[in-house]
């Protein structure tokens, strides 16, 4: 595999000039265009996606390992695919909506202002996760990890507290109906 290192790309449409698979260590990626099939088996350490579309993508066998994400449109993606081992992101006014996450091994993570309507977190470690103020409408928290994690500021989110670990979670006052809907109980 080819390594690619310290390389900026701006302004790139990869449907036109397709990314090949390789590891990109330290690169960063700003107002980029990634196609159906662009990330697929690649691996990127240390590196930064700024105000990119990313949607939709087949991530399947890429590796992410201390990625941070900005302002990037990341909509329908199948993070579940990605390889498993070291995966660490963190992400900042992004829309991550209808994407999946289960079963991924993310302590630490941050994500923060974002929105993540439709997410799934199934089986997800989210201890001591940053989610605070993100959009959390419809998404899927089962046997989630939560220990820890701060939601702060975070809104429209629903957690079962008993088919999730939340020990020393943070809430917000605001968004206690988040944890109370379940039973059928009404804030006001």
Same mark, same amino acid.
């Given at each position: 595999?080819?390594?690619?290192?310290?390389?900026?790309?701006?302004? +790139?449409?990869?449907?036109?000039?397709?990314?090949?698979?390789?590891?990109?260590?330290?690169?960063?990626?700003?107002?980029?265009?990634?196609?159906?099939?662009?990330?697929?088996?690649?691996?990127?350490?240390?590196?930064?996606?700024?105000?990119?579309? /990313?949607?939709? /993508?087949?991530?399947?066998?890429?590796?992410?390992?201390?990625?941070?994400?900005? &302002?990037?449109?990341?909509?329908? /993606?199948?993070?579940?695919?990605?390889?498993?081992?070291?995966?660490?992101?963190?992400?900042?006014?992004?829309?991550?909506?209808?994407?999946?996450? +289960? =079963?991924?091994?993310?302590? &630490?993570? *941050?994500?923060?202002?974002?929105?993540?309507?439709?997410?799934?977190?199934?089986?997800?470690?989210?201890? %001591?996760? +940053?989610?605070?103020?993100? %959009?959390?409408?419809?998404?899927?928290?089962? *046997?989630? %990890?939560?220990?820890?994690?701060?939601?702060?500021?975070?809104? %429209?989110?629903?957690?079962?507290?008993?088919?999730?670990?939340?020990?020393?979670?943070?809430?917000?006052?605001? =968004?206690?109906? =988040?944890?109370?809907?379940?039973? =059928?109980?009404?804030?006001?």
């Amino acid at each position: 595999m080819e390594f690619i290192e310290d390389k900026i790309y701006d302004r +790139v449409d990869f449907a036109k000039s397709p990314l090949g698979i390789c590891e990109y260590d330290s690169c960063t990626f700003k107002h980029c265009v990634f196609t159906v099939n662009s990330l697929a088996g690649s691996t990127f350490i240390d590196c930064v996606f700024e105000n990119c579309d /990313l949607s939709n /993508l087949k991530l399947t066998h890429t590796s992410f390992r201390q990625v941070k994400f900005k &302002g990037c449109k990341m909509m329908g /993606l199948r993070f579940d695919e990605c390889n498993p081992s070291l995966i660490s992101f963190h992400l900042e006014d992004c829309t991550l909506s209808h994407s999946v996450l +289960v =079963g991924l091994k993310l302590k &630490g993570t *941050q994500m923060v202002h974002c929105i993540a309507e439709g997410v799934d977190f199934t089986d997800a470690d989210l201890t %001591n996760a +940053v989610l605070t103020h993100t %959009n959390f409408l419809d998404a899927r928290f089962v *046997q989630t %990890n939560l220990e820890k994690a701060d939601f702060r500021h975070a809104i %429209n989110y629903g957690i079962d507290p008993t088919q999730n670990k939340l020990k020393k979670a943070q809430f917000s006052p605001d =968004g206690l109906s =988040g944890l109370l809907t379940v039973f =059928g109980i009404v804030v006001k």
